[in-house]
């Protein structure tokens, strides 16, 4: 559950910004779209495959 605590003298719009950033970070939007439909297990290998691709490739990017 995500949630901020709001501080003494803090404007609404700063406290929801901080909240929208905390959200956005916790990836709780993210699993709800994953969950919302399914995906057969082929399909889950090759985006896991894919997603390790461009991990590997981002860091060896970054060593260059």
Aim: charged share 40%.
């Amino acid at each position: 559950m995500v949630g901020i605590v709001i501080q003494e003298n803090e404007s609404i719009d700063r406290a929801l910004r901080r909240f929208k950033k905390k959200y956005e970070r916790s990836g709780v939007l993210k699993e709800f779209k994953k969950r919302a439909f399914f995906s057969k297990p082929s399909v889950k290998k090759r985006m896991k495959r894919a997603k390790a691709l461009r991990r590997s490739q981002r860091i060896t990017s970054e060593v260059s």
